[in-house]
């Protein structure tokens, strides 16, 4: 049943569950012309949708759109998963079309989200929004959001890359089942206080060693082992779906780790010169990294050493799900 929230000015609006099999082409139709707006992506086109969403880690529940009259003019789409550590929910998108905003929509759609997940047990909501995206940024801080860190989107060339000089003992292999329990032992133990991160077991990782798209996206699962022991691992694409969206020849790293008693022994340099070739001899032409502001400040010159360089910041804010709604402010989505 549609309902229209009491924030929304405008009484033809209404804020309604996403439902399946009817709202597809029209959740695309907000996403596309709202993210080609600047002009560095490209429209997602149905076929690739429908790729994502048929995904087993897709989430889609929690999605709702605003509607007027007959037509879709806003989406949000937050990722929460009750097992999830700290019970905290990702914001993935929140658009409204250009011609209907500043009229309470964004609001009225965050405000649908939050009751919704509050009722799914998530705690907190966290949102990125660029640092350069001065409308976002004041939307969500006049909505009870609180600066919790920074997100950071590196880049780095493919044309020349460093020989990673292996150490006597050390290997660098593409991981299989076999390594599996050692692998869950490895992320374990490198990932713990990492945001978003939660302990997984060998059968985990051998699931998502058997996805159904590993293949189309040349996923990269290497392991590093010293004396014949796992010491580290990298996950990563080298075929990453963004590439059909941002027009970007790049592959993406998602995930470097090495045990402590390891580390400043140039294991995840080679690791990652490892990953990188891979993504060089698939035919991209960079690879993208995305880290933790305070990650990045661990790692101090790591990334840098082997030709990364920030191409972006995202503020990530955070809002307790616990305190009363939102307070109104001016609407920017």
Known sequence: MKTTSPTVPDSQVAIRPFVEGQDEDAWLAVTNAVITEDGTRQPITRDQYDRETRNPGFIGQGRFVA?????????????????????????????????????????????????????????????????????????AESRDFLLSGTMNLLRCSLERLPDPNLRPGLSIREASNADAEALARVVNDTQQGVPGHSDVTGEDIREWFNLPGNAEFRVLRLIAELDGKAVGYLAGMANPPEIRTTGRNSGRINEVGVYEQHRRQAIGRALLLHGLRACRDSGRKEVEVFMDGKLLERAHRFPESVGFSVARRWLVYERSLRDSPGRPGTEHA
């Open 67 to 139: 509607e007027r009259g007959s037509q879709v003019v806003g989406l949000i789409h937050p990722l929460f998963s009750a097992d999830w550590p700290g019970k905290a929910a990702n914001l993935s998108s929140l658009m409204v079309h250009r011609e209907f905003r500043r009229a309470g929509i964004g609001t009225a759609l965050l405000e649908r989200s939050i009751q919704d997940l509050r009722d799914r047990g998530a705690a907190t909501i966290n949102a990125a929004v660029g640092s350069e995206n001065v409308a976002a940024v004041r939307f």
